[in-house]
C-alpha cells in the first residue's frame, strides 16, 4: 500500500465548469477526510466520512460541493459551478478508529485553479 | 479545541537542533497536543502527540510543561529536508475526529 491517493495532481478549469476529484484512502482506513488549503494558510477541514456515511460537514463546503463515499472505500469530491475563489489545493486524509487507531495519513492533494 | 500560538518562521542550522515553541494556554484535561508537518506542495505528515508525559519518536520529541499550557517540538539533529511548516494542534481524543490547522511555523534549515 503506497499511501492516500489523489486524482488528478493539478486540474485547470474554466469558472462555471463543474469539476471532480478523486481520493483513495489507505487500505482498510474506515475514516476518510477531505480538507482545502489556500496560500499560506493552514488546511481547513470541510467533510468527513467513517465508511459511507458522511458525519460532518464544515460550513465551508457550500451547495456547490458535494462528498460521496459510495462503497466506504474511495471517495470523490464534486465542485459544481466553480468560482476563482475555488482556487485551492484540496487534501483527502484517512484513518482508522475502532481496534487499531490511526492518525491521519495524507495525499499530496489536487491543486485546482480556477481561470 | 484550544487555539494555539506558534512564531510563523524559524532558522536552524543544518546538523543542530531545532526547537519549536507552541503556546495551548487554554488547552483542556482530555485534549492531546498534535505535531503535524507539511513539507512544500506535499500533504501534512504525522509527527508526534501527547498527553501531558514527554514523547519521543524516531523524528522528533514533544516536550510538554507541567502545567500544559506550552510545549516544544525538538528536531535533535535538523537536516535541509526538515524544512518545512510544522502545526501544532490541540484536540480531544487520540484519533478519529478533525484536525484544526492554525499558520503554522515556517523552519527553515540552512546549510
Known amino acids: 500500500d503506497t499511501g492516500v491517493s489523489q486524482d488528478p495532481r493539478h486540474k485547470i478549469t474554466k469558472r462555471g465548469q463543474n469539476v471532480t476529484f478523486r481520493c483513495d484512502p489507505i487500505?482498510?482506513?474506515?475514516?476518510l477526510y477531505w480538507y482545502r488549503q489556500t496560500l499560506g494558510q493552514g488546511p481547513e477541514f470541510l467533510t468527513y466520512?467513517?465508511?459511507?456515511?458522511?458525519?460532518?460537514k464544515s460550513r465551508l463546503l457550500s451547495d456547490r460541493f458535494s462528498a460521496e463515499r459510495p462503497k466506504g472505500s474511495f471517495s470523490t469530491l464534486e465542485i459544481q459551478r466553480t468560482e476563482q475563489g475555488d482556487s485551492a489545493m484540496y487534501l483527502c486524509?484517512?484513518?482508522?478508529?475502532?481496534?487499531?487507531?490511526?492518525?491521519?495519513?495524507f495525499g499530496q492533494g489536487t491543486r485546482l485553479t480556477v481561470v | 479545541d484550544a487555539k494555539t500560538t506558534q512564531p510563523p518562521s524559524m532558522d536552524c542550522a543544518e546538523g543542530r537542533a531545532a526547537n519549536l515553541p507552541c503556546n495551548h494556554s487554554?488547552?483542556?484535561?482530555?485534549?492531546?497536543v498534535y505535531w503535524y508537518r507539511q513539507i512544500h506542495s506535499q500533504g501534512p505528515q504525522y509527527i508526534i502527540h501527547?498527553?501531558?508525559n514527554n514523547e519521543t519518536n524516531e523524528m522528533a520529541s514533544l516536550i510538554i510543561t507541567e502545567d500544559r499550557k506550552s510545549s516544544t517540538l525538538i528536531l535533535p539533529h535538523a537536516t535541509l529536508r526538515d524544512t518545512a511548516v510544522y502545526y501544532c494542534?490541540?484536540?480531544?481524543?487520540?484519533?478519529?475526529?478533525?484536525?484544526?490547522f492554525g499558520e503554522g511555523t515556517q523552519l527553515t534549515v540552512n546549510p
Open positions: 487500505s482498510e482506513h474506515n475514516r
Open positions: 494542534i490541540v484536540r480531544v481524543g487520540t484519533s478519529g475526529s478533525r484536525l484544526t
Open positions: 487554554t488547552i483542556s484535561g482530555n485534549e492531546y
Open positions: 501527547g498527553l501531558k
Open positions: 466520512f467513517q465508511n459511507e456515511a458522511q458525519l460532518e
Open positions: 486524509a484517512s484513518s482508522t478508529r475502532g481496534r487499531a487507531n490511526t492518525e491521519a495519513f
